[in-house]
């Protein structure tokens, strides 16, 4: 096993702590996956995320094939199509954090628009997350969900699986990590606003954070 490998595995293990020890991953639920040269580390299936031990994660190689650790999440073919179509990106993180979760579930008529589920609340989730759409509900696994994503993951780092939660594609883990948060942490002060009239950054205030901040 090569340095870059170990320490990429020893990496996926502190955000699976991190992201446990605030609560953002209950019970066995969520998972992680990075790039690596001859394939991708994930997360094995039915795992907790704050128990990970490196030698357990799961290795894929670039045929698809599992080839070392626990069998992986059931979302593997996920993680990939989402590297399939976001070639620059090397880690992802699936979590199913509570007030993102609940965003998934509201009628699409309580989503902001047709393009995102959340509005542009703040410049940091217009910098670290843009728009979030909502992908079309299929059973966890399902190979249907990972030819679905496809569309809604080549133009957005960001997607919200319908009745399930967030996807989040960073170029790195910590990249990922700080966008899935931001997205709970919107999610959560979207909900907290429900019944108040919502200030949002207008068309000219989030084109001026996107140039400012190109992601």
Not at 130 to 143: C, I, N, Q, R
């Amino acid at each position: 096993m090569s340095t870059t490998e170990t320490k990429m595995r020893e990496q996926i293990c502190a955000l699976g702590a991190k992201l446990a020890a605030r609560g953002l991953c209950p019970g066995t639920s969520g998972n992680i996956s990075a790039r690596i040269a001859d394939g991708w580390l994930m997360t094995p299936t039915n795992s907790s995320l704050g128990e990970l031990e490196p030698g357990q994660l799961s290795k894929i190689d670039l045929s698809g094939k599992h080839v070392a650790g626990d069998p992986p999440t059931k979302e593997a073919l996920l993680h990939r199509s989402v590297y399939d179509v976001r070639p620059k990106d090397g880690a992802i993180v699936h979590l199913h954090c509570t007030h993102a979760v609940a965003i998934s579930c509201l009628d699409p008529s309580c989503h902001h628009n047709a393009e995102t589920t959340l509005p542009p609340i703040t410049p940091y989730f217009v910098m670290r997350v843009g728009k979030l759409p909502l992908v079309p509900y299929y059973k966890p696994g399902d190979p249907k969900l990972a030819d679905a994503i496809r569309d809604y993951a080549r133009g957005h780092r960001a997607v919200l699986l319908a009745n399930h939660g967030p996807v989040v594609a960073g170029t790195s883990l910590s990249a990922a990590s700080a966008s899935i948060e931001e997205l709970e942490e919107t999610a959560k002060l979207h909900l907290l606003l429900q019944g108040f009239k919502l200030r949002t950054l207008s068309d000219a205030q989030v084109r001026d954070v996107e140039e400012a901040y190109p992601s």
